[in-house]
């Protein structure tokens, strides 16, 4: 059964541009189908994370299977350029 996810995730800025763009298609390639996709770029943080004061911004609105989002979880732990992450399920 599908469901509506948003995903928002923190990227290292020492990631260049083409690692991230391949970054983000690969997150996109994980889930059925991506309703919205923004690209917030680089901002400020509130407090560091991993040594870092900025980070890139990216947020999604999804459609996915729960295992999709079970593997897609998995994939983002493991990613070092990832410095944070969040996955809620809408309504």
């Known amino acids: 059964m599908l469901n509506n996810y948003q995903l928002t995730l923190l990227v290292n800025t020492k990631v260049d541009e083409k690692e991230r763009e391949a970054l983000l298609d690969s997150i996109e390639k994980k889930v059925k189908k991506v ?3 923004d690209l917030w770029g ?3 943080l509130s ?3 991993k040594h ?3 980070a890139y911004y990216a947020h999604f609105e999804i459609e996915a299977e729960s295992k999709e989002i079970t593997d897609l979880d998995k994939i983002l732990k493991l990613n070092e350029d990832i410095l944070r992450y969040l996955i809620i399920r809408k309504g």
């Open 35 to 37: 309703e919205k996709k």
């Open 42 to 44: 680089n901002r400020d």
């Open 47 to 49: 407090y560091p994370i």
């Open 52 to 54: 870092q004061n900025k």
